[in-house]
């Protein structure tokens, strides 16, 4: 059992709180989801201190393909150079601090400021800029670059961090490296790739998303319209409220795992007792003219995802099949992508089909997300009220065990995976 | 009052899909949700992509691609009262204006037009404009919605849930 805080000596707290004020073990206090101040900090001790997900290796397939995105507040360029690594950039001229791209994606072979041509490398080098004369004696080329990030990947997972003496990434993951390698077994034997995104914005803190991701208790009466338009089997699948085998894994370092499927957690893992879904009957009867049955099955099986989400702190999930990525905008707005994933070089009917789940459930006009931004909105909204009363996170504390390898683990529809965050939240924000 | 649904055969026109269109952008700001499920023929398809160049909206990511049943289980998630963001809805306004005839057969009219369309939720109100596409086939019941696509100008950008129909 884990230890409780006190229960009686609850303080209101202040924007003058020091952070590690803010959360107890049970419940954190409501100013985390508006203070403006709060944010600030936690942009420099979380978001420019940690690593931070950046891209999917397929989105950066070949030399000179490049992304952008932002890291916190700053724009970042995520680049194969020629060489075939993957470097990323600081998306910012040295010059006078323009942007180099504004393309969400493409295929380049340099980047050109568009204000002096100051011109760089796929490297981030600088390569030329015009009239050479006036830096004659005072401007070394090789002294501005555009400033590279640290870089590291794990099974395609491409992260970065402004920290250029962060713990290596594989420190960083832990226990979770386990539950990535699972996820991406949905290729059944291809390797994964991106297919879209949805982007979407909500008011509301990020953090009111990130405990998203593994709280199970909300999916039943969030996502009730969804439930009533899918199939029995489908619905019966995700019916995960009294399944004792659906629990909740605290990693540690900030990061969980919901298991909504039991059964699809480990995707190779296949007894043949399973029957394929029935809305996937057309896809099922296609493949079978051209592979195997245990190829069908893999793939048929695999089309909802792994049976688990993963929540990597601070900004990626890895949910049944898409990848979650947030980006906090300001203290009271969040922008969400959810990235479709299929198999790179699979059957397309079958890359087709996880389009439509894709759609079915995600993005501003899915049957889920409108009503997980309504209900977090909500949140927003009545976080301001109350000022002494908290937010309670201690759902499932009655029942966390501690496993031999340290993962607490309580039920999916337990909140110990927000407090696991909460937890690196507390340690990330404490440090000077 | 003319009532498109209720025509005989009659031969497209740009007039009277401008109408239908109009008649329709009042059913969907007033969420008469079952009525607009009336328009459609079964084949149709309601589409409101991302990309703003693609054509081949079965093989890439959509906001929405309706097919018949689709389109179903989405209205039901808009009337059924189960959906949150659907009962506390926007309300919204939208004209559509700029009608341009893209091609014609006997019963066939393809249209496109320009929809601007202003939602009011919570003190905030957010501009939503898009080229439309409208497919329509004149059958001796009426007008039928052969097609629908919504490309909303700022589509590759992140939008506000909606909780509405564009």
């Not at chain 1, 107890?24 to 206090?29: E, G, P, S």
């Not at chain 1, 203070?35 to 290796?57: C, M, N, S």
């Amino acid at each position: 059992m884990c230890s409780h805080d006190t229960h009686d000596s609850y303080q209101p707290l202040t924007f003058a709180a020091k952070p590690e004020q803010l959360v107890q073990a049970d419940r954190v206090d409501g100013s985390m989801y508006y203070d403006p101040g709060l944010f600030e900090l936690e942009q420099e001790r979380i978001f420019y201190k940690t690593w931070i997900w950046v891209a999917h290796e397929s989105e950066i397939h070949n030399p000179g393909d490049f992304k952008t995105t932002r890291i916190g507040r700053q724009p970042v360029i995520v680049v194969r150079d020629k060489t075939g690594a993957i470097r990323v950039l600081e998306n910012r001229c040295r010059h006078r601090g323009a942007t180099v791209c504004e393309k969400s994606k493409g295929n380049a072979t340099g980047f050109t400021c568009p204000y002096h041509s100051w011109s760089y490398g796929l490297d981030g080098k600088l390569r030329a800029l015009p009239y050479p004369d006036g830096y004659e004696d005072i401007l070394d080329k090789t002294e501005l670059p555009l400033r590279s990030l640290r870089v590291d990947s794990y099974a395609g997972m491409v992260f970065a961090s402004f920290n250029q003496d962060v713990e290596p990434l594989s420190d960083f993951l832990g226990e979770a490296k386990r539950w990535i390698d699972l996820f991406m077994k949905q290729g059944a034997g291809y390797p994964i790739k991106t297919q879209g995104e949805h982007k979407f914005r909500f008011r509301g803190n990020w953090k009111i998303q990130l405990e998203n991701t593994t709280d199970g208790y909300h999916f039943p009466i969030v996502h009730k319209s969804w439930m009533s338009s899918v199939d029995e089997e489908t619905s019966e699948m995700l019916s995960f409220m009294t399944d004792e085998k659906a629990v909740t894994h605290a990693l540690g370092n900030g990061h969980s795992v919901m298991v909504m499927v039991p059964g699809h957690v480990d995707l190779d893992q296949d007894d043949g007792t399973e029957p394929l879904q029935e809305r996937f009957a057309h896809v099922t009867e296609a493949l079978s003219k051209e592979m195997p049955p245990e190829q069908v099955r893999r793939i048929v099986r695999s089309l909802h995802g792994a049976g688990f989400n993963l929540n990597l702190f601070p900004n990626v999930a890895m949910s049944m099949a898409f990848f979650r990525v947030l980006h906090p905008v300001s203290a009271t707005e969040t922008e969400i992508r959810h990235i479709a994933l299929g198999m790179d070089g699979g059957p397309e009917i079958a890359n087709r089909e996880r389009l439509r789940i894709h759609e079915h459930f995600q993005g501003p006009f899915g049957f889920g997300s409108p009503d997980d931004a309504e209900a977090w909105e909500r949140v927003q909204r009545g976080s301001y009220a109350g000022k002494d009363v908290p937010i309670l996170v201690n759902r499932g504390l009655n029942r966390e065990v501690v496993a031999d390898n340290g993962d607490k683990i309580s039920h999916a529809t337990d909140e110990g995976g927000m407090r696991e965050a909460y937890r690196m939240w507390k340690r990330m924000m404490s440090d000077e | 009052m003319n009532k498109p649904n209720e025509l005989s055969v009659v031969s497209p026109s740009l007039q009277l899909a401008a109408e239908f269109i109009w008649r329709e952008a009042e059913l969907l700001d007033r969420k008469n949700y079952q009525q607009w499920a009336g328009l459609w023929s079964d084949t149709g398809h309601y589409v409101v992509p991302i990309d703003p160049d693609t054509t081949d909206f079965e093989a890439t990511l959509n906001y929405a691609y309706d097919d018949a049943r689709m389109r179903a289980m989405r209205i039901e998630r808009l009337t059924s009262g189960n959906s949150v963001s659907a009962v506390d809805a926007a309300r919204t306004v939208r004209t559509v204006s700029r009608f341009t005839e893209v091609s014609r057969s006997a019963d066939v009219i393809e249209v496109s037009s320009a929809q601007i369309l202003v939602a009011y939720k919570r003190e905030i109100h957010t501009l939503f404009a898009a080229d439309l596409t409208h497919r329509l086939r004149f059958t001796p019941e009426g007008i039928r919605l052969e097609q629908k696509v919504v490309r909303l100008i700022n589509s590759a950008d992140s939008l506000n849930a909606l909780g509405f129909l564009l």
